[in-house]
């Protein structure tokens, strides 16, 4: 019994370690395809496939695949090209020209030509140039859209007591609604810029 237990055991070992990869201290990867990817310190991946990902620490990519979820806990700077599923982000994010069906962000965020299917969720201030999204649920005082198509807009009710403002510059569409929740947002709209929808716990500012 003790020898099937052992024999048991070291073959979910086996399984576990051709699925999942790790990397401890500074980590440096260029062209390569691998399944699960954790990484434990600073990480630098260009023309990368993973079907999953996380970092622990801050993260620079270049030509980034990810099948799956990608976590990462640290800031993400100087990265383009990117194409994901669930993204989350525990730390600043910026970045370029980057596909996700979900992102998270509790962070500072500034975002040049990405694009979300799906829902996009953030805490901290936003900035977007370029940019396509879904609905953005966000806890912030400050949001900054240039040349930005989005559906739905829901600002949270955060700890400042700054009324919260969403700057939409270029041709900034908004095709449904923007609710404010602490009922004293102030939306600044270029000329070129465009709501659809209803503004509720705001007003514009021209």
């Not at 962000?105 to 040049?112: A, E, L, N, R, T």
């Not at 999204?133 to 007591?161: A, C, P, R």
């Not at 041709?171 to 947002?185: L, M, P, Y």
């Amino acid at each position: 019994m003790k020898k099937l237990a052992l024999i048991t055991f070291s073959a979910i070992l086996a399984t576990v370690g051709a699925y999942a990869t790790s990397y401890m201290g500074p980590t440096n990867l260029s062209k390569e395809t691998l399944k699960e990817v954790i990484i434990h310190g600073p990480a630098q991946l260009q023309q990368i496939k993973a079907d999953s990902l996380q970092v622990m620490g801050p993260l620079e990519f270049k030509d980034l695949q990810v099948a799956g979820n990608t976590t990462v806990i640290g800031a993400v700077s100087n990265s383009q090209s990117g194409k994901f599923n669930e993204l989350k982000i525990t730390g600043p994010f910026k970045v370029k020209q980057v596909e996700a069906n979900t992102l998270q962000v509790i962070g500072q965020v500034d975002v040049d030509g990405i694009a979300v299917k799906g829902e996009t969720v953030v805490f901290g201030p936003l900035a977007a140039r370029n940019s396509k999204f879904q609905n953005i649920t966000i806890t912030t005082d400050k949001i900054t859209l240039d040349n930005v198509s989005v559906n739905n807009i829901y600002v949270k009710q955060s700890n400042t007591k700054t009324p919260p403002t969403i700057t939409l510059s270029g041709k900034t569409v908004v095709a449904g609604s923007i609710q404010f929740e602490s009922k004293n947002g102030i939306v600044s709209k270029g000329k070129s810029a465009e709501i659809k929808g209803a503004i509720n716990g705001g007003e514009v500012k021209k």
